[in-house]
C-alpha cells in the first residue's frame, strides 16, 4: 500500500457514474480505462497485462506482465457501501510473504470525495484500510505499541511482495515489488506499516464481516473462511466481564449462605457410646437406646468409628423414628486394609464411617445396633464407637454447588483461549508459542 | 450481566439454600431423597 493523499473532504456521497478516461496501451494497443483520473499513475492493460505509468501524456511501459490473469472475487468496476461511502473498486492486486506460502489480496477503492481506502482479502477474512497520516513509534519488531488508547501486539514482521496486480493505482506499482512490514493487532483493529527504502507508511485495519461485504459490492460467492483473522473480533469477548462479574457475585453469595448456614445451626450430640462386641454377638443386637431430636432437627448423622487393621466391620443399624415409625437406620461398613508391594506402601479404606438422615423430624428415636466382624471369625473380640449429633453442616452441598457455578465461566475460558491460541497460530510472536508447542 | 449463566447460578444457590434448610445432601435432591418408610431399611 502507498499513501493516499488525494483527498477532499466533503459530503459523503456516491462518486459520477461512467467518469472513465480511456486511452490506448502503448504495448498491444488495447483500451485502459481510467477511473480515478489525474491521481491515478500507473494502471494495468487487461488485455496484455502490461503496467503502463499514465501520470503525464507520455504514456510509458512500466513492465510487460507475464503473469496469467487472476480472477478476483470482486471485478474493476465494481460498487459497494462500506462505513456509509459508496466505494468504487479500481485495482486488485495480490501480495504474499517472500515465500509465498502466504497470500492476499487487496482491492484498492476510490471515492472522488473520501479518497483511497484498500479492502484487504486473506483465509475468507475482510479488511477495511485507511492509510495514516502520522507515523507511529516501533514497527522494526518493537513488540507492543500503543495507537489511540489501545494497545496492539506485534503478530507479524516480515517481507510482502506483489505477485499480481490488475486495474489502476495512485502509485507506480510493480510486480516483484518488496517492502518490509509489520502488523499489530488490537481486534477489532490492525495496524500495519510498510517500509520501502526509508518511506514508511501506515495503515488502519477494521475487520469486516464476509457477509457485509458480499452484500456491499452484490457478491454471489466470496473465498470460503478458514482459521481465525488476525484481528477477528472473538465472539467470547462481549460476554466475558460478565460471565466472570455473575460467577464472582454467585460465589460470595454461596459463600455468605454457608456462613449463615454455620452460625445458624445449632449442632449438638445426641448419642454417644463405645462397645467391645464378642464373637458371640455376631448379629445380635448390642445397643438399644432411644434419644430425643429437638424441634430445629433438620438432619441425623450417624458416625462409627473401629480400630480395625487388616480386617473389617459391618454395623446394621435401625434408627426409628418413635412417631412416624420412619425406620432411617444405615447400614454402616469400616473396613481398613494396608501393607506393602513393589510400589512402597498402600493402604484403601478407613476406619470411619457416617450417613446423613436428611429432612428428620423431631421426636423420639429407637437406635439398635448389630455388629458383624472380619475379627469374630479368628474368635476376637471388636470393639467400636457410635455417635450420633443433628444439624450437621453438609460441606458436599457446598463444594458441589461451587463446582457447579465455576464449570460455566472455565468451559467459557477454555473456548475464549482456544479461539485466541488459533488467532495467534499463524504468528511468531504468539503470546500461546509454549502451548502450541506442547 | 449474562442472564442464561445469572438463572443457572441462581438455581444452583436456591438448591444449596433448600438443601442445607432441609440437612439434605444435594444428591439426595436430585435422586429423589432418602425418605424412609415405616420398617424400610435402605442402602442394604
Same mark, same amino acid.
Given at each position: 500500500m502507498a499513501d493516499a493523499s488525494a483527498t477532499t473532504p466533503a459530503a459523503s456521497a456516491a462518486p459520477p457514474a461512467g467518469g472513465v478516461q480511456t486511452f490506448a496501451c502503448p504495448n498491444c494497443g488495447g483500451t485502459i480505462g481510467i477511473r480515478a483520473a489525474g491521481l491515478t499513475v500507473s494502471a494495468v492493460c487487461e488485455h496484455c497485462h502490461s503496467i503502463v505509468g499514465?501520470?503525464?501524456?507520455?504514456l510509458k511501459i512500466i513492465s510487460k506482465a507475464s503473469a496469467a490473469a487472476v480472477r478476483s472475487a470482486?471485478?474493476?468496476?465494481g460498487r459497494g457501501k462500506l462505513f456509509d461511502v459508496e466505494w468504487e473498486i479500481i485495482g486488485f492486486m495480490v501480495r504474499s510473504d517472500p515465500t509465498e506460502k502466504w497470500k492476499w489480496c487487496e482491492y484498492l477503492l476510490f471515492n472522488p470525495w473520501e479518497g483511497f481506502r484498500f479492502l484487504v482479502e486473506a483465509e475468507g477474512h475482510w479488511n477495511f484500510v485507511r492509510m495514516l497520516r502520522r507515523n507511529i513509534r516501533g514497527g522494526a519488531g518493537v513488540p507492543v505499541i500503543s495507537y489511540e488508547d489501545e494497545i496492539y501486539r506485534l503478530y507479524v514482521y516480515d517481507g510482502a511482495k506483489v505477485l499480481y496486480v490488475m486495474g489502476e493505482f495512485y502509485w507506480t506499482v510493480k510486480v516483484g515489488e518488496k517492502v518490509m512490514a509489520a502488523d499489530y493487532i488490537a481486534p477489532p483493529y490492525m495496524l500495519s506499516m510498510e517500509r520501502s527504502g526509508q518511506d514508511i507508511i501506515w495503515s488502519q485495519a477494521v475487520y469486516v464481516e464476509a457477509s457485509e461485504v458480499a452484500s456491499a459490492f452484490g457478491a454471489q460467492a466470496l473465498p470460503g473462511q478458514s482459521g481465525v483473522a488476525p484481528d477477528q473480533p472473538s465472539p467470547?469477548?462481549?460476554?466475558y466481564k460478565s460471565t466472570m462479574m455473575t460467577c464472582a457475585m454467585f460465589l460470595v453469595a454461596l459463600i455468605a449462605v454457608q456462613i449463615a448456614g454455620l452460625f445458624a445451626s445449632h449442632s449438638q450430640t445426641l448419642y454417644a457410646n463405645s462397645y467391645m462386641a464378642s464373637?458371640?454377638?455376631?448379629?445380635?443386637?448390642v445397643i438399644s437406646t432411644s434419644f430425643t431430636a429437638p424441634e430445629d432437627t433438620v438432619n441425623l448423622w450417624i458416625h462409627a468409628f473401629a480400630p480395625v487393621d487388616n480386617n473389617w466391620l459391618e454395623l446394621d443399624t435401625s434408627l426409628v423414628n418413635l412417631q412416624t415409625q420412619a425406620d432411617y437406620g444405615p447400614l454402616l461398613s469400616i473396613e481398613y486394609w494396608h501393607g506393602y508391594d513393589s510400589d512402597g506402601s498402600w493402604s484403601e479404606g478407613s476406619r470411619n464411617a457416617s450417613h446423613t438422615v436428611g429432612d428428620a423430624a423431631p421426636g423420639n428415636y429407637q437406635f439398635t445396633v448389630s455388629p458383624d466382624a472380619g475379627a469374630f471369625e479368628k474368635g476376637n473380640p471388636q470393639s467400636f464407637e457410635i455417635e450420633i449429633k443433628n444439624n450437621?453442616?453438609?460441606w458436599s452441598n457446598f463444594w458441589i454447588s461451587l463446582v457447579l457455578i465455576i464449570i460455566w465461566p472455565a468451559v467459557y475460558l477454555f473456548r475464549r483461549r482456544n479461539f485466541e491460541v488459533q488467532r495467534w497460530s499463524n504468528s511468531d510472536y504468539s503470546p500461546y508459542a509454549s502451548d502450541d508447542d506442547e | 450481566m449474562n442472564k442464561l449463566y445469572s438463572l443457572y447460578c441462581l438455581a444452583i444457590l436456591v438448591s444449596f439454600a433448600y438443601a442445607n434448610h432441609k440437612g439434605y445432601g444435594m444428591t439426595e435432591l436430585v435422586t429423589g $431423597?432418602?425418605?424412609?418408610?415405616? $420398617?424400610v431399611h435402605y442402602h442394604k
Open positions: 499514465v501520470d503525464n501524456e507520455n470482486l471485478p474493476i468496476g467470547f469477548e462481549p460476554r464373637p458371640g454377638e455376631k448379629g445380635q443386637t450437621v453442616p453438609i | $431423597g432418602h425418605h424412609a418408610g415405616p $420398617g
